[in-house]
């Protein structure tokens, strides 16, 4: 058995993110994650396969509203996490 979830992160500035080559804007993007059940254990437990972030952003921080659909692009969770740490970071 998988499932799928499907958040949001905010990045306030640009940002670089493992595998995009050039920065992305600053914006809030859809973040989907896949994840299959690990079997024999005595509780419900789920193992992530997949972290993939939404190109382009949802909104940009210039308040265009973007929709138009984009691709989705495979990223580490850890580097996902160290660029959202960097954006908080005072500047």
Do not use: N
């Not at 979830?5 to 995009?20: C, G, I, K, S």
């Not at 952003?57 to 138009?68: F, K, P, W």
């Amino acid at each position: 058995m998988s499932r799928t979830t499907e958040t949001t992160v905010t990045f306030a500035r640009p940002f670089r993110l493992p595998p995009l080559e050039a920065p992305q804007p600053a914006g809030t993007y859809r973040l989907v994650v896949d994840e299959e059940e690990v079997p024999g254990l005595s509780f419900l437990a789920y193992r992530r396969t997949a972290t993939m972030l939404a190109l382009p952003a949802i909104t940009a921080a210039g308040g265009s509203d973007r929709t138009t659909t984009g691709q989705l692009v495979t990223v580490r969770p850890e580097d996902l996490e160290a660029a959202l740490a960097r954006d908080s970071a005072p500047a």
